[in-house]
């Protein structure tokens, strides 16, 4: 005999799958017709409409007049079609990247689009991570009205590290942290019951960069955020590829042999610290930023050039080697030092192509538009992801009410 409770629990799953099903589709494909919808839930009209009312009156979808094709003399002929889209405002999601000299957010909404960014100076390894923690939720916060902050259903946080599967920070050695339950951390001071998940800077910067397109890029692609420290992310068919311990991607320990004087790896070549620290031995500035060094180098100042063709020749280095392994075929750069990339692009295809194999195809190289905050979105997308998901918090109080109860030990 069939037990009610599972039955309905049973219908329950279903619809929330269909749901999320629902959901997913007008975030990756933007505004559909009924018809449309239900073609791509392949439910029958009247199964696909009961999904739409239930969104519907949760406020997260709303009806649209279709807009009229672009074109010149174009006349409608009867009734404008109704859209169904996502309400862009309904529930927003934060993200922070603790980075080494910054800290950055991001605020987007059940579309993914960007509220608002901020960026701040940050001096990270003065700081203990506590502290990082308690101006990064502070700094997510403070442009959000009080009456706002009820829609938010999530809050992600990226660094520079290497961590587990979990999000256990191992080590962060440019910020001097060690064996961090970092999403642990922000869950104690956020004044908000959300879900909180931390991950890897570069990861996180993968994850927003490929989330929610239309069309998933197939093949391999490398992601790799160039700051103080040096990370990537590898995406593979549309999925992050982690590795056995979490740690794929982290290019910026690649040992570079051929480079003068003590061993040193990719990061210590090409991050912000090394050419900042080289720049300013030759800058009249007394407190030059990066945005000066990217002056004197679009200027052909020699000093400043030098120090470029440095930094081409050891980029195009790590990434030959890098592709030995996992054979990309495109490579998206971002952080703030990916600035440079496009002023010495030719320099680092010349440097490739005296480097490698001429039997060995190179991928790609383009530079991501999220600059300084890309890996903050990609932690707001990560919480955006989950909402989208059956692990989404719309479906607790359905889980906890065909939860076991627990045993009254006075019984």
């Given at each position: 005999?069939?037990?009610?409770?599972?039955?309905?629990?049973?219908?329950?799953?279903?619809?929330?799958?269909?749901?999320?099903?629902?959901?997913?589709?007008?975030?990756?494909?933007?505004?559909?017709?009924?018809?449309?919808?239900?073609?791509?839930?392949?439910?029958?009209?009247?199964?696909?409409?009961?999904?739409?009312?239930?969104?519907?009156?949760?406020?997260?979808?709303?009806?649209?007049?279709?807009?009229?094709?672009?074109?010149?003399?174009?006349?409608?002929?009867?009734?404008?079609?109704?859209?169904?889209?996502?309400?862009?405002?309904?529930?927003?999601?934060?993200?922070?990247?603790?980075?080494?000299?910054?800290?950055?957010?991001?605020?987007?909404?059940?579309?993914?689009?960007?509220?608002?960014?901020?960026?701040?100076?940050?001096?990270?390894?003065?700081?203990?991570?506590?502290?990082?923690?308690?101006?990064?939720?502070?700094?997510?916060?403070?442009?959000?009205?009080?009456?706002?902050?009820?829609?938010?259903?999530?809050?992600?946080?990226?660094?520079?590290?290497?961590?587990?599967?979990?999000?256990?920070?191992?080590?962060?050695?440019?910020?001097?942290?060690?064996?961090?339950?970092?999403?642990?951390?922000?869950?104690?001071?956020?004044?908000?019951?959300?879900?909180?998940?931390?991950?890897?800077?570069?990861?996180?910067?993968?994850?927003?960069?490929?989330?929610?397109?239309?069309?998933?890029?197939?093949?391999?692609?490398?992601?790799?955020?160039?700051?103080?420290?040096?990370?990537?992310?590898?995406?593979?068919?549309?999925?992050?590829?982690?590795?056995?311990?979490?740690?794929?991607?982290?290019?910026?320990?690649?040992?570079?042999?051929?480079?003068?004087?003590?061993?040193?790896?990719?990061?210590?070549l090409i991050g912000l610290e090394t050419i900042m620290g080289e720049y300013r031995k030759t800058s009249a500035l007394s407190h030059p930023a990066f945005g000066n060094f990217?002056?004197?180098?679009?200027?052909?100042?020699?000093?400043?050039?030098?120090?470029?063709?440095?930094?081409?020749?050891?980029?195009?280095?790590?990434?030959?080697?890098?592709?030995?392994?996992?054979?990309?075929?495109?490579?998206?750069?971002?952080?703030?030092?990916?600035?440079?990339?496009?002023?010495?692009?030719?320099?680092?295809?010349?440097?490739?192509?005296?480097?490698?194999?001429?039997?060995?195809?190179?991928?790609?190289?383009?530079?991501?538009?999220?600059?300084?905050?890309?890996?903050?979105?990609?932690?707001?997308?990560?919480?955006?992801?989950?909402?989208?998901?059956?692990?989404?918090?719309?479906?607790?109080?359905?889980?906890?009410?065909?939860e076991e109860p627990e045993a009254d030990e006075g019984r």
């Open positions: 005999m069939n037990d009610p409770a599972l039955t309905a629990s049973s219908h329950r799953r279903i619809r929330q799958s269909n749901e999320v099903a629902a959901l997913r589709a007008l975030h990756q494909f933007g505004r559909l017709s009924r018809a449309e919808l239900a073609r791509k839930l392949r439910l029958n009209r009247s199964s696909s409409g009961h999904i739409i009312a239930s969104l519907t009156a949760d406020g997260l979808v709303r009806e649209a007049i279709e807009d009229p094709p672009e074109q010149p003399g174009y006349a409608r002929v009867g009734r404008p079609g109704i859209m169904l889209e996502l309400v862009p405002d309904a529930i927003f999601f934060l993200g922070v990247e603790i980075g080494v000299e910054h800290i950055s957010t991001v605020e987007i909404d059940l579309g993914t689009n960007i509220v608002s960014t901020n960026v701040e100076p940050f001096d990270g390894p003065s700081i203990s991570v506590e502290a990082a923690v308690d101006r990064a939720v502070s700094m997510a916060l403070q442009s959000i009205p009080a009456s706002k902050l009820e829609r938010c259903e999530g809050f992600g946080v990226s660094t520079p590290a290497q961590m587990d599967k979990h999000g256990l920070v191992r080590l962060a050695p440019l910020l001097g942290w060690r064996n961090v339950h970092l999403a642990e951390l922000v869950r104690d001071v956020l004044p908000l019951r959300v879900p909180v998940l931390a991950e890897n800077d570069a990861n996180a910067f993968a994850i927003g960069a490929t989330y929610g397109r239309s069309e998933a890029h197939s093949g391999v692609t490398l992601f790799l955020v160039m700051e103080s420290g040096v990370g990537g992310g590898i995406i593979i068919d549309g999925n992050l590829f982690r590795g056995a311990n979490g740690l794929a991607g982290e290019i910026g320990h690649l040992i570079i042999s051929d480079a003068p004087g003590p061993r040193r790896n990719l990061e210590q990217l002056a004197d180098v679009q200027d052909r100042l020699p000093s400043a050039v030098s120090i470029a063709e440095h930094w081409a020749k050891a980029l195009a280095t790590g990434l030959v080697q890098a592709c030995r392994i996992i054979d990309a075929d495109r490579i998206v750069l971002g952080g703030s030092v990916a600035a440079l990339y496009p002023l010495m692009a030719a320099r680092v295809a010349a440097h490739i192509h005296a480097i490698q194999e001429s039997s060995f195809p190179f991928p790609s190289i383009t530079v991501n538009d999220e600059g300084t905050v890309g890996s903050a979105f990609g932690a707001a997308c990560m919480l955006h992801q989950r909402y989208l998901s059956l692990e989404s918090q719309r479906f607790a109080d359905d889980a906890a009410e065909f």
